[in-house]
């Protein structure tokens, strides 16, 4: 018997995503509002308590919204928002990210699914804390850059659009001066990190993809760990997944031999590579003398940072395969 499916929000760009990836599974039944009564709360209701389980593609206070007309205490929620990430009572939905996450996941009834630049960092990080060979009270930085469809309907509208004042001519845009960035509440806390890390966003001028890199002074590290040392741990903590891999010591290694005329530009680490995937790949990059590292993450913002997770997710809670539509 097909278990039935809810999508609240399937309309925005996380939902339809959602939406592609469950249609067609003769393991899933898709329940649909009448576009017309979208905003009713009654049959709003009526679905959110009919269903096996509900995935929240909404803004956060309409997710909280959502929850709060959930009766049933049988129908599982994944959220897409970020009002849960950090809240008591709910299970975070990375189940790569420790050895007893995906147990968790599995076992929840409430998962926060969680935000694309988070994945990456802390896929990157939470490992090395775990280790040691990142004290948890470490200064740590992260930059990143993602395609604009992470910004949802409005910034997709300015970038495809035509210039201003309709659209935008930008090829890049830097964000988060504010240093107040959403997710950082999810990285710091889910990365195991005391404080919250620097994080300095963007945008740029492709739909879809993202590279989340961090930079390490290996030497100002307590072990002082060499690059070899951070790839070890990322593979043990990711030896046998199936979305998670970590690049070979040998494929980072190819990747930083310089080109002839552009000695700067690492060939093949597009941010757009792995799009259409749930995947997600690490890299070591480290000096010659092995005193700094850059620690980088590719990953589709709308597949591992979105919509790829949330069906990972919701296969486990309902008992299907783990890779089902994936």
Same mark, same amino acid.
């Given at each position: 018997m097909a278990h039935t499916i809810f $999508?609240?929000?399937?309309? @925005?760009?996380? @939902?339809l995503q959602i939406r592609d990836r469950l249609a067609g599974r003769r393991d899933i039944e898709l329940l649909s509002i009448d576009p017309e009564r979208r905003k009713d709360a009654g049959a709003r209701a009526e679905l959110l308590n009919a269903a096996d389980a509900v995935v929240l593609c909404l803004p956060d206070d309409a997710s909280r919204e959502a929850v709060s007309l959930i009766s049933s205490n049988s129908v599982k929620v994944v959220d897409a928002s970020t009002a849960y990430r950090t809240a008591p009572g709910w299970t975070y939905g990375f189940p790569e990210m420790s050895r007893d996450q995906r147990d968790a996941v599995?076992?929840?009834?409430?998962?926060?699914?969680?935000?694309?630049?988070?994945t990456g960092f802390i896929g990157l990080v939470r490992p090395l804390v775990a280790a040691g060979l990142i004290p948890a009270d470490f200064p740590v930085t992260v930059n990143a850059i993602s395609g604009y469809?992470?910004? @949802?309907?409005?910034? $997709?509208a300015e970038f495809e659009g035509q210039p201003a004042p309709q659209g935008t001519d930008d090829a890049f845009r830097a964000y988060g001066f504010t240093l107040a960035h959403k997710h950082l509440p999810e990285m710091q806390i889910h990365a195991g990190l005391a404080h919250p890390p620097v994080f300095a966003p963007s945008v740029g001028r492709y739909a879809q993809g993202m590279l989340v890199e961090v930079p390490l002074q290996l030497w100002a590290l307590p072990g002082q760990p060499t690059p070899a040392d951070l790839h070890v741990a990322l593979e043990a903590a990711y030896a046998g997944e199936t979305f998670v891999e970590v690049a070979s010591g040998a494929e980072c290694a190819e990747l930083q031999k310089a080109r002839a005329g552009a000695a700067n530009y690492v060939a093949g680490l597009d941010p757009?590579?792995?799009n259409g995937t749930n995947r997600?790949?690490?890299f070591v990059f480290g000096s010659a003398d092995g005193r700094q590292a850059r620690l980088v993450a590719l990953l589709d913002n709308l597949g591992k940072?979105?919509?790829g997770a949330a069906v990972q997710s919701l296969n486990l809670m309902l008992g299907l395969p783990e890779d089902a539509g994936l």
């Open positions: $999508i609240d929000g399937e309309a @925005g760009t996380t @939902g599995r076992n929840a009834t409430r998962v926060s699914n969680p935000g694309c630049y988070p469809s992470g910004g @949802g309907k409005g910034l $997709i757009q590579a792995l997600m790949r690490l940072g979105a919509s």
